[in-house]
């Protein structure tokens, strides 16, 4: 409702080649919303991307009008922004009942709207495109291209190649650090427009690191870099935690290129972002070999009704988010992941063993940690679950019953390697 703050918007959205429609009122957008447009000459059925709304107006507030656009049969499906002069905490329900994805504190800068619209088009353009929902692929080819320099400080060589491949599939030039250390060195010679923490690393872990970068930026008087925590640790109050610490935002893993894609969209300057919904070649090799996988599960499913879905070893969602990585003329990728999965596994089951044999509490949770993580990423999801409940017990500082927990962790690993064999020759047939 406020004209300057109009003039302001209308300034920036012209400037990036934005067509935008203005209202100085709930019950004025409505009638723009409906097709009534900004004059007479105004077509009654233009349809609006997205729409950016001010919280605090009189007579009708954003959440308000918000909700009523969701609920208005004649007004075709639109995505809304928030623009708020404080931000708005609790009730994230409503929030999320009236359809609004993103709310930015005024005034918002202008590299922090851009980012959130082009969030917002990458949406739009997708929908647009009338994507099928088939899994395998299809979200690679309706992605971005960046021209970023990433920093990836992960310690766990499975995460790692698996996070490095996502990572150059999306066009980014890629510098790996194994430990904080690592990090800070390469943060203080190089130039990174993002960083990708792992928050527990040996020695210095992604916590520190990031305070120890934070107050390089305060007292060189640089701008701050983007630094996105990696966690294993899905818990309420993570993502809190990792912003309170100095870093920008949370991803949980395993995560899906689709998840890091959205993250890096949000958090890179607008120039890196170079296309969007351009699209990735396909595989044709890997979606044909996807699809005769299924079929072949569905097979299995039926012959044997009493095999429950949670008994697999493996989760077939997760090892495909690996296939579709898969590029023509390369390596097979899944081969090459469930081969360091391998060689890391046992050296840790090795370790894990001698520690409880031991009763050294760190060294149970920090090997539990490591395994959960690099088992999440190869789709042994009850493996992982396990290692999962053997590093709580070390954290709340007890080993009580740790000789039957890794017991049931050597019955599960032994069914995750059978199985994680048994893809390996399955993808040479897929060759």
């Given at each position: 409702?406020?004209?300057?703050?109009?003039?302001?918007?209308?300034?920036?959205?012209?400037?990036?080649?934005?067509?935008?429609?203005?209202?100085?009122?709930?019950?004025?957008?409505?009638?723009?919303?409906?097709?009534?447009?900004?004059?007479?000459?105004?077509?009654?059925?233009?349809?609006?991307?997205?729409?950016?709304?001010?919280?605090?107006?009189?007579?009708?507030?954003?959440?308000?009008?918000?909700?009523?656009?969701?609920?208005?049969?004649?007004?075709?499906?639109?995505?809304?922004?928030?623009?708020?002069?404080?931000?708005?905490?609790?009730?994230?329900?409503?929030?999320?009942?009236?359809?609004?994805?993103?709310?930015?504190?005024?005034?918002?800068?202008?590299?922090?709207?851009?980012?959130?619209?082009?969030?917002?088009?990458?949406?739009?353009?997708?929908?647009?495109?009338?994507?099928?929902?088939?899994?395998?692929?299809?979200?690679?080819?309706?992605?971005?291209?960046?021209?970023?320099?990433?920093?990836?400080?992960?310690?766990?060589?499975?995460?790692?190649?698996?996070?490095?491949?996502?990572?150059?599939?999306?066009?980014?030039?890629?510098?790996?650090?194994?430990?904080?250390?690592?990090?800070?060195?390469?943060?203080?010679?190089?130039?990174?427009?993002?960083?990708?923490?792992?928050?527990?690393?040996?020695?210095?872990?992604?916590?520190?690191?990031?305070?120890?970068?934070?107050?390089?930026?305060?007292?060189?008087?640089?701008?701050?870099?983007?630094?996105?925590?990696?966690?294993?640790?899905?818990?309420?109050?993570?993502?809190?935690?990792?912003?309170?610490?100095?870093?920008?935002?949370?991803?949980?893993?395993?995560?899906?290129?689709?998840?890091?894609?959205?993250?890096?969209?949000?958090?890179?300057?607008?120039?890196?972002?170079?296309?969007?919904?351009?699209?990735?070649?396909?595989?044709?090799?890997?979606?044909?070999?996807?699809?005769?996988?299924?079929?072949?599960?569905?097979?299995?499913?039926?012959?044997?009704?009493?095999?429950?879905?949670?008994?697999?070893?493996?989760?077939?969602?997760?090892?495909?988010?690996?296939?579709?990585?898969?590029?023509?003329?390369?390596?097979?990728?899944?081969?090459k992941v469930i081969g360091l999965y391998f060689d890391q596994s046992a050296l840790g089951m090795d370790r894990l063993r001698a520690a409880i044999k031991a009763?050294?509490?760190?060294?149970?949770?920090?090997?539990?940690?490591?395994?959960?993580?690099?088992?999440?990423?190869?789709?042994?999801?009850?493996?992982?679950?396990?290692?999962?409940?053997?590093?709580?017990?070390?954290?709340?500082?007890?080993?009580?019953?740790?000789?039957?927990?890794?017991?049931?962790?050597?019955?599960?690993?032994?069914?995750?390697?059978?199985?994680?064999?048994?893809?390996?020759?399955?993808?040479?047939?897929?060759?």
């Amino acid at each position: 409702d406020n004209e300057t703050n109009r003039e302001i918007l209308q300034h920036q959205l012209s400037t990036w080649g934005i067509d935008a429609n203005f209202a100085a009122s709930g019950e004025k957008a409505l009638q723009i919303l409906r097709g009534g447009g900004n004059t007479e000459s105004e077509p009654q059925s233009h349809r609006f991307d997205f729409a950016i709304l001010d919280m605090h107006m009189p007579e009708m507030d954003g959440l308000e009008l918000a909700l009523l656009i969701r609920e208005d049969e004649n007004i075709a499906p639109v995505r809304v922004m928030m623009l708020s002069s404080v931000f708005l905490v609790g009730d994230s329900e409503s929030r999320k009942k009236a359809g609004i994805l993103y709310q930015l504190t005024k005034p918002a800068p202008q590299r922090q709207l851009y980012q959130t619209i082009v969030s917002l088009m990458g949406a739009v353009l997708q929908s647009n495109e009338e994507i099928n929902n088939n899994a395998e692929s299809d979200s690679l080819t309706e992605g971005v291209v960046l021209n970023a320099e990433i920093l990836l400080a992960e310690d766990n060589l499975v995460n790692q190649e698996v996070a490095f491949n996502m990572l150059k599939i999306l066009g980014c030039k890629v510098q790996i650090a194994n430990d904080g250390e690592e990090a800070l060195s390469l943060y203080r010679s190089a130039r990174f427009d993002l960083i990708l923490m792992d928050c527990q690393m040996p020695g210095m872990d992604g916590y520190e690191a990031t305070d120890e970068i934070r107050r390089q930026e305060k007292k060189l008087l640089v701008g701050r870099v983007p630094i996105i925590a990696l966690t294993a640790n899905a818990l309420d109050g993570d993502r809190e935690k990792c912003i309170e610490l100095g870093m920008s935002d949370y991803l949980s893993k395993p995560f899906t290129i689709d998840a890091i894609k959205e993250l890096l969209v949000k958090w890179l300057d607008p120039s890196k972002v170079l296309q969007i919904a351009k699209g990735f070649e396909k595989n044709d090799s890997v979606v044909k070999c996807l699809e005769n996988r299924d079929s072949q599960n569905d097979d299995v499913i039926n012959d044997e009704e009493s095999l429950s879905a949670d008994s697999a070893p493996l989760d077939q969602g997760v090892l495909n988010n690996i296939r579709v990585l898969q590029r023509k003329g390369a390596p097979n990728m899944l081969n090459k992941v469930i081969g360091l999965y391998f060689d890391q596994s046992a050296l840790g089951m090795d370790r894990l063993r001698a520690a409880i044999k031991a009763l050294d509490i760190d060294e149970v949770r920090a090997v539990a940690h490591a395994l959960k993580s690099s088992s999440a990423n190869v789709g042994a999801l009850g493996l992982a679950d396990q290692f999962r409940l053997l590093e709580n017990k070390a954290l709340q500082g007890s080993l009580d019953s740790a000789s039957e927990s890794l017991q049931r962790i050597e019955s599960e690993y032994s069914q995750a390697i059978w199985a994680l064999g048994q893809e390996i020759r399955e993808e040479g047939e897929c060759a």
